[in-house]
């Protein structure tokens, strides 16, 4: 018998190849991030901004939620369906997401100009009309690699189209700069020649995949199960995702475009690619493109709810594990570090970046809590989670009109968080075996507290990059001995953490 292609050797080897692409696509993310910074007048970067911002919206929105269909229902094809029904179903899938793009990019270029109005980017047409093709070329590179290739596994082909696509941005964007000033139109059409090759890549690593276990034969027993069931999963998380649209960052772009103005929404678009990059490399991030799919197969054999809960508590804990020192770090020097990124552009950011981290602890668990509800038949949990959330709605129009500034959008994202995963959380332990391990994330908030004031005695003035290492350097140690000390993981998860890492490496 062969070996199942989600075993713990499949997750090594998937988990191998995902960190040594995500850290090469990270430097090439972060060399185009800052560069671009610098490289476009304040203006220009708050137009790129929004036309970011629209075009991760419009992607959610045209989604229909396909990408959970494949997420949850892809792994239990690949185990039991025959190769001829396996291509079938990511085919189905595939066309359906690239009609969909191309009926939304159709319908936004001819509304565009209305669009642009309210924004104050009339003058932009011509560049967001462009921009369409970014949504459409990018849109199906990303579903692709996101939404099929990485439910089977194939982290390594995904990783080798997203770092070619990054590569091939910073190589046209180099190439753009020595000939003369860069301008926003320039920008653009890089990103649509660069995104082009990503996609290409993406599809030739998926034909190839396919093609390669076209023999695989069917379960005996197995029926697949039937699209009406899989559209009502689907169903429930589109609607979810949507309502929450209505209060995302993605929103608040526009809302601070419009009641604060292009400078601030350059600030707060910097803030949320920083904040971007951060939650892209959490381990719960990490869970819906490498441990989800594990997850699922494990779930849907001998598992349960009682291995799905074990699993989900040891991931939250180690994204809070991640992230809370680079909390601790952001309370102490945020805004130094802001000013240096943006080659001092951005003076007056405060504690900005450390707010949206904030939020970030929350929105960690929340891919968790989505996780536990779809796979365990719960979607539904969701979709009223997100419909509590529009509460946040006036609450964000008061804080704006209050002079709060940035910090009202910033409180606003916290609070709509908070709601979502109390609602969850709250119907699933009612409902199901699921029990968060509260007392870990007690411990892990405990440690960071901890951490944060014993460096905080410390007079170092976080001014430079060397004094910013230096403070980064205390945050981490003092977190690292404050939970040493609290041990917030329990003996099993360690013992579990070091027999999959092949060391002892945890010990707290």
């Not at 790129?48 to 629209?54: E, F, H, P, Q, R």
């Amino acid at each position: 018998m062969s070996a199942s292609p989600y075993s713990r050797r499949a997750l090594k080897r998937s988990a191998a190849h995902f960190l040594i692409g995500k850290a090469i696509s990270a430097l090439f993310t972060l060399i185009i991030l800052f560069w671009l910074v610098r490289l476009l007048t304040v203006e220009e970067y708050g137009a790129y901004v929004t036309l970011i911002a629209g075009m991760e919206f419009a992607l959610v929105v045209a989604s229909l939620g396909l990408p959970w269909i494949a997420a949850r229902y892809l792994p239990e094809f690949r185990l039991h369906a025959s190769g001829e029904m396996l291509a079938h179903f990511v085919w189905k899938i595939a066309a359906w997401i690239g009609l969909v793009l191309v009926a939304a990019s159709l319908l936004l270029y001819v509304v565009m100009p209305w669009l642009l109005i309210p924004l104050k980017l009339a003058q932009q047409v011509d560049i967001a009309r462009l921009y369409l093709l970014v949504l459409l070329v990018d849109g199906l590179g990303r579903h692709i690699r996101e939404s099929i290739l990485e439910p089977l596994l194939q982290q390594g082909q995904a990783q080798i189209s997203l770092v070619m696509r990054n590569a091939a941005l910073l190589l046209f964007l180099i190439i753009t700069a020595v000939q003369g000033a860069v301008h926003l139109d320039q920008v653009v059409l890089a990103e649509i020649t660069a995104s082009a090759l990503g996609t290409m890549l993406a599809l030739y690593s998926l034909i190839k995949h396919l093609r390669r276990h076209g023999g695989l034969l069917k379960r005996d027993g197995w029926q697949p199960p039937s699209w009406p069931v899989m559209w009502l999963m689907a169903r429930h998380m589109y609607f979810s995702h949507l309502v929450t649209l209505t209060y995302s960052p993605q929103i608040f772009v526009f809302l601070i475009q419009r009641y604060l103005g292009l400078e601030v929404t350059a600030l707060f678009g910097f803030l949320l690619r920083l904040y971007g990059q951060v939650c892209r490399y959490l381990p719960a991030t990490m869970l819906f493109s490498l441990v989800r799919p594990k997850l699922v197969a494990s779930y849907v054999g001998e598992g349960g709810m009682v291995e799905l809960t074990r699993n989900a508590n040891l991931v939250g804990k180690l994204s809070l594990f991640v992230l809370m020192p680079i909390l601790v770090f952001a309370w102490l020097a945020g805004g130094e570090l802001l000013t240096l990124l943006s080659g001092g552009k951005f003076t007056q950011s405060g504690h900005y970046l450390a707010g949206l981290l904030m939020a970030l602890i929350l929105y960690s668990q929340r891919q968790i809590l989505e996780t536990v509800a779809v796979t365990s038949g719960k979607s539904h949990l969701c979709l009223r989670g997100a419909a509590f959330g529009v509460l946040v709605l006036p609450l964000t129009y008061t804080l704006l009109k209050s002079g709060l500034g940035l910090w009202g959008p910033i409180i606003a994202i916290v609070v709509s968080e908070l709601i979502f995963n109390g609602t969850v959380i709250i119907a699933l332990v009612r409902t199901t075996a699921y029990r968060p391990d509260v007392i870990g994330i007690y411990k892990l908030a405990a440690a960071a507290l901890t951490g944060f004031l014993l460096a905080q005695q410390i007079a170092i003035s976080p001014q430079g990059w060397l004094a910013l290492a230096i403070m980064a350097a205390l945050a981490c140690c003092f977190f690292m001995f404050a939970s040493y000390l609290l041990k917030p993981f329990r003996m099993e998860e360690r013992a579990s953490l070091n027999h999959l890492l092949g060391r002892k490496i945890f010990v707290w």
